[in-house]
C-alpha cells in the first residue's frame, strides 16, 4: 500500500500503554503515521484536531466504551475506517461493532499485520 509522503493517519485507541506503544511503532514502521490515545476522552481530543484515515478501538476501556467512541469516529470523521479490537471476543459484540461501522473486528493478541 502505497501512503502519501507524511502516511497516512492511524489512530491508536487503548488503554493498554505497552500495547498501545507497540502497535503505535509497528504502524510508523510501514508508513502510517500514528496517532494515540489510552481511552475515550483522549480520543476525542486527536479527533477534534484530526481526520484520521484508519483506526483500531480497544472494546473495553475504563469509562466509556470503544462502541461508544466508534459511534462518534462515525459521527465526526465518516471516511475514517475502524478496526474493533477486544481481548473478550464474541458474537454478540462482533454484530455491535460491525452495526456501529467498524470494518472489522480483531480479537487480541492481535499484531499489526492482523489489524491491517
Not at 493498554?16 to 514502521?29: N, P, W, Y
Not at 458474537?91 to 489489524?115: C, F, H, L, S
Request: hydrophobic share 45%; aromatic share 6%; proline share 4%.
Amino acid at each position: 500500500m502505497l501512503h502519501d509522503e507524511i502516511g497516512e493517519t492511524f489512530l491508536v485507541v487503548d488503554d493498554d500503554e505497552l500495547l498501545r506503544g507497540r502497535l503505535a511503532r509497528a504502524l510508523h514502521v510501514r508508513g502510517y503515521r500514528p496517532l494515540v490515545a489510552g481511552n475515550f476522552d483522549e480520543a476525542m481530543d486527536v479527533l477534534a484536531l484530526e481526520q484520521p484515515h484508519y483506526a483500531v478501538v480497544d472494546l473495553n476501556m475504563p469509562g466509556r466504551s470503544g462502541l461508544e467512541l466508534l459511534a462518534e469516529i462515525q459521527r465526526k470523521s465518516p471516511k475514517t475506517r475502524c478496526v474493533m479490537l477486544t481481548g473478550y471476543g464474541s458474537i454478540t459484540t462482533a454484530v455491535e461493532a460491525m452495526r456501529a461501522g467498524a470494518w472489522n473486528y480483531v480479537t487480541k493478541p492481535a499484531d499489526a499485520e492482523q489489524i491491517l
